[in-house]
C-alpha cells in the first residue's frame, strides 16, 4: 500500500510546484498561517519549508552540497546512507574512519542537519542515568549499568570529537542540575543517588562513575544554585554547543574522505534489487531525483522512518513527536552570574519539564537562553505530529515565560526578549531507546534511529554499534540490548 503511495508519489513530484502543493495536502492541520508552501508535503517524510532554528542562522556552507551536481544513478555504493543528522553522519564518519577507501552516497531530504540534529535544545546531557532504578528493576544490574555507561560514553565520545577536530560549534563544558520544587520528587532523587552510590562501591569497573553527581539540598541548593524557590538539586558534569555546527562539521570530515552528499534529494522507497549482476548492488533506494544503488543501505531517518519502510511503520513501535525550541533574552545583565554558566533541566512541579542551554560569553549570541519542553501545553502532547513548519503559540507563552519565573527576578530582571521559536520532530519507542541493528529478513539493510529525543547523548555510539556490525558482522558487548532492532516486533506482537 505505501508501496503504491511512493510511486504515486513519485510521479505527482513530477508536477509543477503549484499543483503539487494541491495533490498533496499537509497531513496536519497548520497552528498558524503557512507562507510559502509551494512545495510538496509527503505525509511522513520531512517537510520541505520548516521552521529555521536559532543554530541555522547562519546556514552553514554545506546547508545545500551536491557533491556531484547530477544524482549518481550510475555507480553502485558500498553504502547508501538515508539522512544527514548526527546519526547519518556518525555512520559515514565511522565507516570511512575503519576504511576510507568505501564509497558512500549519503541522501538527504532537506538541507544538511535540518533535522532534529539541527534544531534541539543544544544539551549533550547524559541525564537518563537518573532512571537507573528503574532500569534496574526491569532489565538487571547488567544491563541497567550498560545503559548508564553507553550514555556517558557517547557524550564523552562528541566531546572528544569536537576537541580533536577543533570544532567551532561553542562546546563548553558546565555544571548541569536536574533541580527540584517538590518535597517528593526531590526525596526520589536523593535516593536514587544513594542507589547510585551503592552501586559504584559494588560494581566499580562498570558504570558511568567518571561524572560524579552532587546533591544540594534546601538553603544549600538555594543558595548554591541560586534559583529562588528550589527544595533541591542533583549536579553534574554536562556539554552545550551549537549542534548544527557540530554535525556538519562531522560531515564534513567524511566529505573530506570521499563521502557523497546529496541535499534536498528525498529517499521515497527502497526495494531490494531485482537483477543481482549490477555490480553487486543488492538495494536501489528511489528518490525525487532518479534511482541510486547500493550494495547496503542505512537507514538514519529518526521520525520519518515509519514513511519509508512500512515494516518497521506496521510494528507502531516509532512514534513521531514534535518538540519545540525558544531562543529568549533577559532583561538584565547576565555576563557575570554564574547561574547563567550553566545549563538546567527540572523535571517534577507542573513544569513542563523544561531544559535550559544559555549561550556563553564569547558565543555569537551570548547570553541567550535556550529553553526547551512544555509540550504538555498541547492536548496531543504534539504526538503523531511530523511538520515543523509551524510553531505551537500555546507552547511558545510557556517558554518564553518560564525563565523568569524558574530564575526569578534578582537573576533574570523584569522582562524578556524573544529572539526566536523554532520545533523539530523527535522519535519515542515505549521502551525510550533506540532501534539499532539490521532489518530482520533483508540483508544488507540496516538502521540506526528513533533517539527519543536524546540522541546528542545516543546517537554517536549507535552508530558506532551499527559499523560494528556492519563491517564486522559482529555487535559489541557494550551494546545495551535494550536497543536491538527486533524488539520492535516483539512489541507488535505483545500488543
Ligand atoms: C526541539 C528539539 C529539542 C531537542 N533537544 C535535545 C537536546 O537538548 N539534547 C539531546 O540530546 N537531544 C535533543 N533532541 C533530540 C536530538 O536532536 C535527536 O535525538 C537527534 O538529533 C537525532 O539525530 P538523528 O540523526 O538520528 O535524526 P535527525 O537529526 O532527525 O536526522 C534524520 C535526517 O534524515 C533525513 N530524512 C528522513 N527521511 C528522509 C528521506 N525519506 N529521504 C532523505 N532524507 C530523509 C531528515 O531530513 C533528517 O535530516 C531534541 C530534538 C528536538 C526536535
Redesign the pocket.
Known sequence: MLHLLATALLSIAALAPEARALAVPSPQAPLSRRDNLDQIVLPG??HPNPTVSYWQDPPHRIANLRTTPELPTSEVFDYVV????????AVAFKLLSRDPSLSILM????TA?????????????PGDWKEVKDWVELYGEDEALRLGKMEQDCVDDVRDFVRTHNVSSGWQDVETADVYWTKKAFDEAVEIKQFQDELEKRRPNDGPWSNKRTVYAGQAARDYWKWPQILGAVAYTSHTQN?YLTVCALLEQSLDKGLNLQTT????SIDKVSNRSDAGAKWEVKTDRGTVKGKQVVL??????N??HPGLASTGFLVPQR???AAVHPSKDTSNNTVFRRSHSYPDLHSGNN?I?IRAPGDIGAGDVIL?GSTKFSPTRERNITDDSVINPDIADDLHGVGRVVFGYENWGESTTVVKDW????CNTPDGFPVVGGLPNEEGLWA??C?????????FRSAEALVQMMAVGETPSWLPKSFDINRAWNYTAEA
Do not use: D
Not at 538515508?82 to 553522519?89: E, F, K, N, R
Not at 532534529?116 to 546531557?125: D, I, T, V
Not at 538514519?300 to 522512518?305: E, H, K, L, M, R
Open positions: 517524510f520531512p538515508v539522512g544527514s543528522g548526527i546519526s547519518g553522519a541522501l538527504e531530504a532537506r542537519a535540518s533535522a532534529a540534529s539541527g534544531r534541539n535544545g543544544g544539551h549533550c546531557k549542534p534529494t528525498i529517499a521515497l538514519t531517518t529518526n521520525s520519518y522512518t514513511a519509508l518538540n519545540q525550541v531544559y542551554a526547551g520545533t523539530g520532530i523527535i540506526s534511529v533517539m527519543n529525543g536524546h540522541g546528542m547523548a545516543w546517537a
